[in-house]
C-alpha cells in the first residue's frame, strides 16, 4: 500500500513543464562533468527525461519526481547506463517506493549500496525488484526489512559468490528472526570461512573445489546433521557454539522454520512480479 509521503506526490495531470525543465537542470549539472561534450551530454540528459517520462507512466510519481530519483542516484555514484530505461535503477527504486511506502530517495540509496555489493547492471535492478517483491508475498516479512536485511548481509554474501536472489531468499526463510534477520544472516555466513575447520572435523565442508557450495546446500546439510536433534534448545546450543549467538540463530531457523530455504524459492516463484503488482 502506498504512504503518505506516495500519496502526498500524486498529482492531477502531467508535470508542469517548468518543473521538469528545473528537475532537468539539476541533472545537467550532475552530469556536466562526466560528458565528453555537449553532444554526449544533450544524450544523456534525453534519456534521463525519457526514463522519467516511461517510469511516471507506471507509478505515482510524476516525470518531475523521476528525474530527481535518477539524480539522486547519480550523485550516489552509480552509472547512468545503470539508472536510465524502464528496467533499470529509477524504474526499481520507484517500484519499490510505490510497492513499499518507503521514499523513493531512501530506496535508490539502497539500491545503490545494494548494486554495489552484487555487481548489478542495468536490467539486472528490474530482476532484483522483481525477486524481492516475490519473496515479500512468500514469507512473513515486507519490503522494507528484506533491505535492511540486505544492506546488513549483502557484503557477506557477495563474497561467498551467493547472488542476489538467493540472499534475498535466505532473509525470507530468516524472517521469523524479525529485525535481527539481516544481522543473523550476516553472521552465519562469516563463521563458514572462519569456522570451517570446526565444521569440517564435524563431517561439513561448505566448500568444494575453493567456492561456497550455494545457501541451499548449505541449509540441506545442515538439516541433515542436526535435524534428527529434537530438543531445540540442545541443537540450538550446538549451533551457537559453531556459528556464534546470532549466526547459531540463522543456522537453527533454517533448520527449524515452517517455511525454510526451498519452500520460500518455491511460493516466490508462484508470486506476482512486479510489473504485475503495480499495473
Known amino acids: 500500500?502506498?504512504?503518505?509521503?506516495?500519496?502526498?506526490?500524486?498529482?492531477?495531470?502531467?508535470?508542469?513543464?517548468?518543473?521538469?525543465?528545473?528537475?532537468?537542470?539539476?541533472?545537467?549539472?550532475?552530469?556536466?562533468?562526466?560528458?565528453?561534450?555537449?553532444?554526449?551530454?544533450?544524450?544523456?540528459?534525453?534519456?534521463?527525461?525519457?526514463?522519467?517520462?516511461?517510469?511516471?507512466?507506471?507509478?505515482?510519481?510524476?516525470?518531475?519526481?523521476?528525474?530527481?530519483?535518477?539524480?539522486?542516484?547519480?550523485?550516489?555514484?552509480?552509472?547512468?547506463?545503470?539508472?536510465?530505461?524502464?528496467?533499470?535503477?529509477?524504474?526499481?527504486?520507484?517500484?519499490?517506493?510505490?510497492?513499499?511506502?518507503?521514499?523513493?530517495?531512501?530506496?535508490?540509496?539502497?539500491?545503490?549500496?545494494?548494486?554495489?555489493?552484487?555487481?548489478?547492471?542495468?536490467?539486472?535492478?528490474?530482476?532484483?525488484?522483481?525477486?524481492?517483491?516475490?519473496?515479500?508475498?512468500?514469507?512473513?516479512?515486507?519490503?522494507?526489512?528484506?533491505?535492511?536485511?540486505?544492506?546488513?548481509?549483502?557484503?557477506?554474501?557477495?563474497?561467498?559468490?551467493i547472488s542476489a536472489d538467493d540472499a534475498i531468499t535466505a532473509l525470507g526463510a530468516l524472517s521469523p528472526l524479525g529485525e535481527r534477520a539481516g544481522s543473523a544472516f550476516n553472521n552465519f555466513m562469516l563463521s563458514f570461512a572462519v569456522r570451517r575447520k570446526e565444521m569440517k572435523a564435524m563431517g561439513m565442508d561448505f566448500f568444494a573445489g575453493g567456492k561456497f557450495v550455494g545457501l541451499e546446500k548449505a541449509t540441506d546439510m545442515l538439516k541433515e546433521k542436526f535435524g534428527g536433534i529434537k530438543d531445540d534448545g540442545q541443537r540450538l546450543g550446538i549451533l551457537i557454539k559453531l556459528f556464534g549467538e546470532e549466526g547459531g540463530r540463522a543456522a537453527n531457523t533454517f533448520i527449524n522454520a515452517e517455511k525454510g530455504f526451498r519452500d520460500i524459492e518455491k511460493s516466490a516463484k508462484d508470486a506476482l512480479g512486479v510489473t504485475e503488482k503495480l499495473t
Open 1 to 161: 500500500a502506498a504512504s503518505a509521503y506516495v500519496l502526498s506526490k500524486i498529482k492531477p495531470g502531467i508535470t508542469a513543464a517548468g518543473d521538469l525543465q528545473e528537475a532537468m537542470l539539476g541533472v545537467k549539472m550532475n552530469l556536466a562533468g562526466s560528458a565528453a561534450n555537449a553532444q554526449e551530454l544533450k544524450k544523456m540528459l534525453d534519456q534521463v527525461e525519457s526514463t522519467a517520462i516511461d517510469v511516471s507512466a507506471k507509478s505515482p510519481f510524476s516525470a518531475e519526481d523521476v528525474v530527481r530519483i535518477q539524480n539522486s542516484l547519480l550523485k550516489a555514484g552509480m552509472d547512468i547506463r545503470d539508472v536510465i530505461g524502464e528496467s533499470g535503477a529509477a524504474f526499481a527504486a520507484t517500484a519499490l517506493a510505490t510497492l513499499s511506502g518507503a521514499a523513493p530517495e531512501e530506496v535508490g540509496d539502497a539500491l545503490a549500496n545494494i548494486g554495489t555489493m552484487f555487481k548489478l547492471k542495468g536490467e539486472d535492478y528490474k530482476t532484483f525488484s522483481d525477486w524481492l517483491t516475490r519473496v515479500d508475498d512468500a514469507a512473513a516479512t515486507n519490503l522494507p526489512a528484506l533491505i535492511h536485511g540486505l544492506r546488513m548481509a549483502g557484503s557477506s554474501a557477495a563474497a561467498l559468490g
